[in-house]
């Protein structure tokens, strides 16, 4: 069964570190998610692409996080530079943008904690 | 904008019984999807069981059912039978229903069970 692949599957680094994050979503689906769940929260959108075009990225602090999918496909997002409160899981979704459902399908999600 | 509540933060029951969790959402919208996702130890969110908000009937997949009350605003999740792996963190999520849209979650509920 195909599944979204995300590694590393945990980070730890100190502040002020550049991080990043790697999402491989299933094959076909075009429209990609980043999510941030903070300890004892539910997620919330980071960013989301369609192929390789940004659709939402309201919620992305541009400051210091950035996100990419340059072939459509598998996306990376960076952080730089960590600050303590980014400390949290990191989830990526994909759907195969079909209606009527278009479900999404996470990730195991990557775990950052900055120290 | 779209919020979603869940006012029990943890619950527990005994093995064999069964539990209700509780939602509550607010929108503006009149076509949208509910959701609930189980979110396992150190494992991916899956999607345990989906409801059309122009449905009447509520859903329901195998031990798992729902009551969705439109007007109240109230989508709330029955587990039948509770089993050992039902453990697991419990997100309530609202997606608008047009396109390829963000879910938003609820701050979830933990949900043990005693043997």
């Known amino acids: 069964e195909a599944e979204v692949a995300q590694s590393p599957r945990y980070k730890i680094t100190e502040k002020s570190q550049a991080v990043a994050f790697w999402c491989d979503p299933i094959s076909g689906h075009a429209t990609l998610y980043w999510y941030r769940q903070i300890l004892g929260q539910g997620p919330e959108l980071l960013v989301q692409?369609?192929?390789?075009?940004?659709?939402?990225d309201s919620q992305l602090p541009k400051d210091r996080f950035s996100a990419e999918r340059l072939k459509g496909v598998d996306s990376t997002l960076k952080i730089q530079p960590a600050e303590l409160g980014d400390s949290a899981m990191y989830l990526c979704?994909?759907?195969?943008?079909?209606?009527?459902?278009?479900?999404?399908?996470f990730g195991p999600g990557t775990r950052l904690t900055v120290l | 904008a779209q919020t979603v509540t869940q006012s029990q933060p943890e619950m527990s029951v005994q093995e064999a019984e069964t539990v209700t969790l509780s939602c509550t959402y607010d929108?503006?919208?009149?076509?949208?999807?509910l959701f609930w996702y189980k979110q396992p130890p150190s494992r991916q969110m899956i999607l345990v069981i989906r409801q059309e908000a122009y449905k009447q009937q509520n859903a329901t997949e195998n031990r798992f059912s729902v009551n969705f009350q439109k007007a109240a605003k109230s989508f709330s999740l029955k587990i039948s039978d509770s089993q050992l792996g039902d453990a697991a963190m419990y997100f309530c999520?609202?997606?608008?229903?047009?396109?390829?849209?963000?879910?938003?979650f609820g701050q979830g509920t933990r949900l043990t069970i005693n043997p």
């Open positions: 929108t503006s919208e009149s076509d949208y999807y």
């Open positions: 999520a609202y997606r608008r229903r047009q396109g390829a849209q963000k879910l938003v």
């Open positions: 979704a994909s759907t195969e943008g079909r209606e009527p459902y278009n479900e999404q399908f």
């Open positions: 692409f369609q192929d390789e075009s940004v659709v939402d």
